[in-house]
Structure formats: structure tokens, C-alpha cells
């Protein structure tokens, strides 16, 4: 079974749309993210959920919206998409938000605005 | 802030090599530190980390670090690299007493040679 699984996998779209990633974790972790890896591989969280309550969230554009329906669940909607959006969005999840717990990340979806 | 410099964002070893992989941190206080590798088209996982228990740290697939005050360092060892060993290596670090999240390194991408 597939611990962190995110859906799609490959999201290709045009500017201006709206579109949205999900992810699922089977791990029971209470404590769920939103990295993104832009084209040079740089890796930055965005958001950090724990027990659906929001706990991190980093200079993002409000056209980022995370949405957490429960503990398993993560996902995140993006209005009004941007050439600079182009990215690879991983998931990931812990059992507990300090860092000392192992992050269990996702395979990551690769988004390509054109 | 805290933050972490990953010197070398390519490095190419023979198979039976040494690898050595260089990461210096930047801190305001003692850090936990972290290795994380990724390989091709897949999210991260966790090599190793570093949480003051023992300056060296031993990790899976034989990869080691030490962590070195003094130049704060924590440079990723392998003795002997192996040609599934190619793959991209973020070192990362977040700040103790504080509720940040990990810092991530800009990544160095690893080359096995036959």
C-alpha cells in the first residue's frame, strides 16, 4: 500500500484556470504538508496542517488555498493559475509537526502552466 | 534565520568510490540537521539525522554524517558508493526551541560512474 499517494501525477493546464491536487496518507500521522520544487530542485514548505488545523503558512499567493476534510486528507486548490506556478507540489506527512518526526513525502505532482 | 549551503550541485564518484557530500548550516543556536535523498521521479526520504545524541550519525544504504560545531558541518559520507546510489541529496535543517519546519539545502545531484 501506498503510504503518501498524490493525485495527478502529471497536471498539465493553461493560465487563468483553477485547479486542484489531492493527497491521501495511510500512516495515521495527524500532521500533513505542501512542499514545492521549483526547476532548479529548490524545496520550500508552503503549508503544514496538524489535526486539520492550520500551523504553517509561508509567503504563499493567496490563490493557494489548503484544504483538509480530515486527518488523511490534504489538499490544495489553485485559483487563477501563473506561468511561475509551473512546479513539482509534493506531500508529505508526519506523526506529529516537529520536525524530529520523519516526513513520509509523496511522489509529487508535476503542474506545467502554459 | 537559519539556513543550510550545499556546496557542489553536481557530484560525479566511481562506483567503489568515496562519496562525500558537503553541507554547511547556518544557525543562530545548535540545530537538528537532516539528509534526505530523492530518486528520479519520486518524493523524499530520509537518510539520516542529526539531533545532538552523537556527532556521528549513521543512516540507511550505509551513508553516514558528522556533525562538526565547528564548522558547522554536516557532511553526507559513503565509503564505497554503489550505482544505485544516484540520485539527488537535499541536506536540511530546522531550529530547535522554535515551531519552524525544515530548511532545505539547494540540492546536489549524485553520479555514479561505472
Known amino acids: 500500500d501506498t503510504a503518501v499517494s498524490q493525485t495527478p501525477k502529471y497536471l498539465v493546464t493553461q493560465m487563468g484556470n483553477d485547479k486542484s491536487i489531492k493527497c491521501e496518507q495511510n500512516?495515521?500521522?495527524?500532521?500533513m504538508y505542501w512542499y514545492k520544487q521549483d526547476s532548479k530542485k529548490f524545496l520550500k514548505i508552503m503549508f503544514s496542517?496538524?489535526?486539520?488545523?492550520?500551523?504553517i503558512n509561508e509567503t504563499v499567493p493567496n490563490r493557494f488555498s489548503p484544504k483538509s476534510p480530515d486527518k488523511a486528507h490534504l489538499n490544495l486548490h489553485i485559483n487563477s493559475l501563473e506561468l511561475g506556478d509551473s512546479a513539482v507540489y509534493f506531500c508529505?506527512?508526519?506523526?506529529?509537526?516537529?520536525?524530529?518526526?520523519?516526513?513520509?513525502f509523496g511522489p509529487g505532482t508535476r503542474l506545467t502552466v502554459t | 534565520a537559519q539556513s543550510v549551503t550545499q556546496l557542489g550541485s553536481h557530484v560525479s564518484v566511481s562506483e567503489g568510490a568515496l562519496v562525500l557530500l558537503r553541507c554547511n548550516y547556518s544557525?543562530?543556536?545548535?540545530?537538528?540537521l537532516f539528509w534526505y535523498v530523492q530518486y528520479p521521479n519520486q518524493g523524499l526520504q530520509l537518510l539520516l539525522k542529526?539531533?545532538?545524541?552523537?556527532?556521528l550519525v549513521k543512516g540507511i544504504n550505509g551513508f553516514e554524517a558528522e556533525f562538526k560545531k565547528s564548522e558547522t558541518s554536516f557532511h553526507l559520507t559513503k565509503p564505497s558508493a554503489h550505482m544505485s546510489d544516484a540520485a539527488e541529496y537535499f541536506c536540511a535543517v530546522s531550529e530547535r526551541g522554535s515551531a519552524r519546519q525544515l530548511t532545505f539545502g539547494s540540492g546536489t545531484q549524485l553520479t555514479v560512474l561505472p
Open positions: 496542517y496538524n489535526n486539520k488545523e492550520l500551523i
Open positions: 544557525s543562530s543556536v545548535p540545530p537538528y
Open positions: 508529505a506527512s508526519s506523526q506529529g509537526g516537529n520536525p524530529l518526526y520523519e516526513q513520509y
Open positions: 500512516l495515521g500521522h495527524d500532521t
Open positions: 542529526y539531533t545532538s545524541a552523537a556527532t
